[in-house]
């Protein structure tokens, strides 16, 4: 196909070269130029494999973050409430399966042997995960005990650190000093205050409870670690003792032998005794 192009700066009857026209028309026809053809792409093996290998890569990714969010865990969960300090059965568990989370910590489905026969440290509710806390061996408070918060300072306080269950004295230190001391079980131990102090709860008797907490709101108190074992040393001096000198004091007395005078002087000092001679003998 042609376009008449009109021939300007050209007279009627030229040429374009200048020359007398040809033709009859006052125009003449443009050459065509030919369409630019496409030249087809090289395909390249070696980029189609990596395009392939990172689709599968994805996927595969993909896959893997989606099983280690969404991978499921086997735990104890409650099938019924359990009130504070009842023993838990088999019946009050069940197993549940929840998605794995480091922010939850609940007893593993395979410590179930281990939690049947433990009391409940609280009031447990059906359909809520069971913590290690939720249980304990035996309860720290105990009928007929109270608990008190005492709080204190890091200097009234162990070097080592307290645990629920472990067995204290709190000492108070009265201006006059007229000390006394109180034993407790200790149940929580809170957390360390930014000026050092601590709030800890320990377990008493009943009719101690309102005296220690007019101990503790007169700050002058300090908690001691109870022995693990009584002292054992008590009755050292008691026994068998009987060849000691009349110097020996915890020595039961031996009654004076048959025939043996008892009214020897007292001031005998050091000397040995005589031998006492056996019953019946001559007075020689």
Do not use: F
């Not at 290690?132 to 306080?157: E, F, H, N």
Request: no cysteine; aromatic share 2%; charged share 15%.
């Amino acid at each position: 196909m042609s376009v008449a192009v009109p021939d300007q700066g050209q007279g009627p009857g030229q040429a374009p070269g200048g020359g007398p026209s040809k033709g009859k028309g006052k125009g003449h026809a443009a050459p065509h130029a030919p369409g630019r053809t496409l030249r087809a792409r090289r395909r390249r093996p070696a980029v189609l494999a990596m395009a392939v290998a990172l689709i599968a890569a994805g996927g595969l990714g993909g896959a893997v973050l989606y099983n280690s969010t969404g991978q499921r865990v086997a735990v104890l969960a409650l099938a019924r409430d359990v009130p504070w300090g009842q023993v838990i059965t088999d019946d009050d568990l069940v197993v549940a399966r929840i998605a794995g989370d480091p922010a939850l910590r609940p007893l593993a489905a395979t410590e179930r042997e281990k939690t049947v026969g433990m009391r409940a440290a609280t009031d447990l509710k059906r359909g809520a995960m069971l913590t290690r806390a939720d249980v304990a061996q035996a309860l720290l408070v105990q009928p007929g005990q109270i608990v008190v918060g005492v709080s204190a300072k890091r200097t009234q306080l162990p070097a080592g650190r307290l645990q629920p269950g472990l067995q204290i004295v709190v000492v108070y230190t009265p201006d006059n000093n007229k000390a006394d001391s109180m034993p407790a079980t200790v149940i929580t131990v809170g957390r360390v205050d930014t000026d050092g102090s601590q709030v800890i709860d320990v377990a008493v008797g009943a009719a101690d409870g309102p005296r220690l907490a007019q101990w503790v709101a007169g700050g002058r108190i300090q908690v001691l670690l109870a022995p693990r074992a009584a002292a054992a040393g008590g009755a050292a001096g008691t026994g068998g003792s009987g060849a000691v000198g009349g110097t020996g004091g915890t020595a039961a007395p031996t009654a004076p032998p048959t025939g043996a005078a008892s009214g020897a002087p007292a001031g005998a000092g050091t000397a040995p005794a005589a031998p006492v001679p056996p019953t019946g003998a001559g007075g020689a």
